[in-house]
C-alpha cells in the first residue's frame, strides 16, 4: 500500500492504535506504528497489550532489514531507556534498525522519558518531526495515561443516568431502572473499557450493586467512598469477581489523595457512577473531567417505582442555543 503525506501516515498509525481496546495494555498507553520506505509501507503494528511488545518492535520485526532508511510513523515518542524499566528501549530498537526518520504526535508524557527518546534517536543520526497538529489525538487515545503523567491522578468521568425531571432515583430511592436496557448495555461495556469504577456508601447501602462489566468485558477495579454508616461485609461489591479498594475521603483534600492512590495503582481512568452525594463532592473539589449523562424519557419526581413513573412515549428533541428542549405527551 503507498501513502502519500506525513499525514496520512501517523493517521494510519492512529487507527491501528485505536483498534486496540482500550483497557488491553492499560496502566501502559496505545500505540500504533507504522514504517514507510519510497512511499510503501514495508512494517506496521500496535501495542496489543500489557507485556506484550510494543508498536514500534512489532512494525520492525515485519520490516525486516528494510527498516533501514525506513521512517517511523508513531502515535507517541518512542520510550527511552531508564533504571527500572522492564521493555527494551523503543527509541534504541529504532536506531539499531537504521530508520533514518522518525515523525510522531506527541512527546511520551512520562517524565522519565519526555524527549529523550527522540534525543536518543537524533544522537544516533535520524531525523526526528513533530506533528503538533495530532497532539489532541494523542491525548484522546490516552486519556488515563496523560493524566497519571501529568497529574499524578486518573481521568475522572461521571456518570448519571438521570430522568428528564433530573432525579436518579425515584422518592424511595429505588434506581432500578432509571435507563432502559440499551442504556445498561452501553454502562457495562463503558466499565469494562475503564480501569477503576467508584461509588459512595449509600449507592452500596442502597442499591448493592456488584459494579462488573456484566460479562462485556474485563472488570474494572471497584472503588468505594465508606461514610459513617458501616458497610455490610457481604455487600456485591465485595464478593470475588474483582477486586475492591475502600477509601474514607470526607474531604476534597482526601479525595484528591485517595485519587492519587488509584493512579500509583495504574488506574488511569475512573467512572464515578455516583451516587448524587458523590457526585456533589467531586464536582465541589474540581474532580471531574468529563461527563457521560443517560437521560430516560420519564418523570420520577413523586414516582415510588421507576418502572411505573410516567414516561414520554415519542420524545421531540430541539437543540435551542446551548439547551436541549424535549417535549412529549406522557403515557
Ligand atoms: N441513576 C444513577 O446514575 C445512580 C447511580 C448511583 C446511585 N444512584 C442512586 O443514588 C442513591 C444513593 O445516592 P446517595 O447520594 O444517597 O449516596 P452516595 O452518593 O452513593 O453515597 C453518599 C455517602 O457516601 C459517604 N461518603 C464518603 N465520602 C464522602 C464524601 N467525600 N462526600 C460525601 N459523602 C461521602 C457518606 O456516607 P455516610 O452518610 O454513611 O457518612 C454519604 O452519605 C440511591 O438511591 C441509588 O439508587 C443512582
Known sequence: MSLATDRECLARAFALARRVHPRATS???????????????????AHLGYGQPHAEPVALARAGARAQGATAFITMEPCAPFPGKRNPSCAKALADA????????????????????????????????RLPEFQTDAEELNRGF??????GRPWVILKAALSLDGRAAAANGKSRWVTGQAA???????????????????????DNPALTAHGAGRNPLRVVLAGRRPLPRRAR????????????????AALRAALQDLARRGVGTLLVEGGPTIHAAFLRAGLVD???????PKLLSGALDPNAA????????ARLGEDWLITGVLS
Do not use: Q
Open 27 to 45: 496502566p501502559n498507553p496505545r500505540v500504533g506504528c507504522v514504517l514507510v520506505k519510497g512511499g510503501r509501507i514495508i512494517g506496521e503494528g
Open 98 to 129: 537504521g530508520v533514518s526518520r522518525v515523525v510522531c504526535a506527541a512527546l511520551d508524557p512520562n517524565p522519565k522519558v519526555a524527549g529523550r527518546g527522540l534525543a536518543l534517536l537524533r544522537r544516533a543520526g535520524a531525523k526526528t518531526v
Open 146 to 151: 496523560y493524566s497519571r503523567m501529568r497529574r
Open 184 to 206: 445498561r448495555a452501553a454502562v457495562h461495556r463503558m466499565r469494562a473499557e475503564l480501569d477503576a469504577i467508584l461509588v459512595g456508601s449509600g449507592t452500596v447501602l442502597k
Open 237 to 252: 461489591v465485595f464478593d470475588a469477581s474483582a477486586p475492591t479498594v475502600v477509601y474514607r475521603a470526607r474531604t476534597s
Open 290 to 296: 468529563e461527563a457521560r449523562v443517560f437521560l430516560a
Open 310 to 317: 410516567p414516561k414520554i412515549k415519542t420524545p421531540r428533541v
